[in-house]
């Protein structure tokens, strides 16, 4: 059982913090912020990602995700088109011209990862990954996080439509 006082969450945050900033610097020189940066790197391996799949990927609304991308495509580091199967939604896929550009910004952001992390031995950085791959796992699994309310609403609603189906009413999910 957990014991310790408040205080890891906040550590971590103050480290994101305290990386973003030196990002933000890094970035700069290709006018990237570290969400958009975040926007590309997700993007780099898929051609299929809509702006809902893509805004949960980097963790901001859908509306703010707009905000992100718009400079991007006029920049023509990314591409909106339809989707074959959806004719209402539009995925998000890298040019060429933005390939090279996160190709580039990648070698800078490991370079400020490599100077972070220079001092911590590769033992403690192990532990420490999988210490951050926990938590991050446990919190997309945990009964608060938005994904596991979406989850259980999508299925209060398969629940609802087959009993409708059936004549009957829908069973209680908790």
């Known amino acids: 059982m957990y014991k310790r006082p408040v205080g890891t969450v906040y550590l971590l945050k103050r480290a994101e913090l305290a990386v973003r900033g030196c990002m933000e610097v890094a970035l700069a020189e290709f006018d990237l912020?570290?969400?958009?940066?975040?926007?590309?790197?997700?993007?780099?391996?898929?051609?299929?990602?809509?702006?809902?799949?893509?805004?949960?990927?980097?963790?901001?609304?859908?509306?703010?995700?707009?905000?992100?991308?718009?400079?991007?495509?006029?920049?023509?580091?990314?591409?909106?088109?339809?989707?074959?199967?959806?004719?209402?939604?539009?995925?998000?896929?890298?040019?060429?011209?933005?390939?090279?550009?996160?190709?580039?910004?990648?070698?800078?952001?490991?370079?400020?990862?490599?100077?972070?992390?220079?001092?911590?031995?590769?033992r403690k950085l192990s532990v420490l990954q999988e210490v951050l791959t926990t938590l991050w796992q446990r919190a997309e699994a945990h009964e608060s996080h938005p994904g596991a309310i979406r989850a259980k609403a999508e299925e209060l609603m398969r629940a609802h439509i087959v009993a409708r189906r059936r004549g009957g009413r829908a069973r209680k999910v908790m």
Do not use: C, W, Y
């Open 33 to 122: 912020t570290p969400a958009q940066f975040l926007v590309l790197f997700r993007m780099r391996d898929r051609t299929d990602f809509s702006a809902a799949a893509l805004a949960r990927e980097v963790g901001v609304r859908p509306q703010t995700l707009i905000t992100l991308i718009a400079p991007l495509e006029r920049r023509g580091i990314l591409h909106r088109e339809p989707s074959p199967t959806h004719r209402r939604v539009l995925h998000n896929r890298l040019t060429p011209a933005g390939k090279r550009l996160l190709a580039n910004a990648l070698r800078v952001a490991g370079q400020i990862e490599a100077d972070l992390l220079a001092s911590v031995e590769d």
